[in-house]
């Protein structure tokens, strides 16, 4: 029944891909956080939530520095401005849930490794660009005193922005695979 049912195959590939990679981050979170079933072995080892946040935190600094801003990070949460204020970057402004689902459908479609690769590994670093552009708005809004553009919550409005390029990119990905 399933072997000869490519959607149903698509669904189930779509879906437990994106429920190892979401709930898989969101386990590792739970325990890499001193309390509660707190692993030492796992925060040392397999962290990847904290190396995505220092990449976002480092990429910030950067990107706020190519104009002319000098920043630093107080700690492993929050990036600053000399002489102003920061912002903190905690789990929920990583993109995780974002990334999962773009992983999550490059893998469940056609194509060979290295295809899905090099497409999931360019959609990966176009989400983290638009987020570290995110933050760094933030962060010069925050110490500009700039009004919100938006009724919405900053993270309602990068989630909106990246699922349109998301759609972009599958829409890309789709378009070239039929050509292919």
């Known amino acids: 029944m399933i072997k000869n049912n490519p959607y149903l195959i698509y669904i189930l590939k779509f879906t437990g891909a994106f429920c190892i990679l979401y709930f898989g981050t969101k386990a590792i979170i739970g325990i890499t956080v001193p309390g509660g079933y707190y692993s030492n072995w796992v925060e040392q080892y397999f962290n990847y939530p904290r190396l995505l946040r220092n ?19 107080r700690d492993a949460y929050h990036v600053t401005m000399v002489g102003g204020r920061g912002v903190r970057i905690v789990y929920a402004c990583l993109g995780y849930g974002l990334l999962s689902f773009w992983v999550a ?43 919100p553009l938006f009724t919405m919550d900053q993270h309602t409005v990068f989630s909106i922005v990246v699922y349109a390029v998301i759609f972009v990119m599958i829409w890309l990905f789709q378009r070239l695979e039929k050509k292919g």
């Open 55 to 73: 990449s976002l935190l480092h990429g910030t600094r950067i990107l706020v520095g190519l104009f002319g801003m000098d920043t630093y990070l």
């Open 105 to 147: 459908f490059i893998f469940a479609n056609r194509g060979s490794f290295l295809k899905k690769l090099l497409w999931i590994l360019g959609g990966c670093a176009l989400i983290w660009f638009i987020n570290v552009a995110r933050i760094s708005l933030v962060l010069v809004a925050t110490n500009r005193h700039w009004k």
